[in-house]
């Protein structure tokens, strides 16, 4: 299973200062990141994770949705 995350950070350089900084925490909540991309026009970043821990990860975006602003999120499978 995958989740699949859209942030849009006032500032990308903070923002990926405490991203990288968390790595352990997502690590935690049974989430490797697999991919993380930055919008070609715009400071929106989609990022890709391996989910080993379904509630677990579910847990982090709920945290993630109270502590740094909104996040979108989507669990998904291979079709």
């Known amino acids: 299973m995958n989740l ?3 942030h849009i950070p006032a500032d990308y350089t903070a923002w990926k200062s ?5 790595a352990e ?3 935690n909540a049974g989430l490797t990141l697999m991919q993380l991309w930055r919008d070609a ?4 970043v989609t990022a ?3 989910v080993n821990d ?5 847990a ?4 993630e949705n109270q502590t740094d602003g909104p996040v ?3 669990f998904m499978r291979t079709a």
């Open 72 to 74: 979108t999120a989507r």
């Open 18 to 22: 405490d991203f990288d900084a968390h």
């Open 54 to 58: 379904r509630k677990k990860a579910q």
């Open 41 to 44: 026009d715009g400071t929106g």
């Open 25 to 27: 925490t997502r690590r």
């Open 4 to 6: 699949l995350t859209h």
């Open 60 to 63: 982090w975006v709920d945290a």
């Open 48 to 50: 890709l994770f391996e």
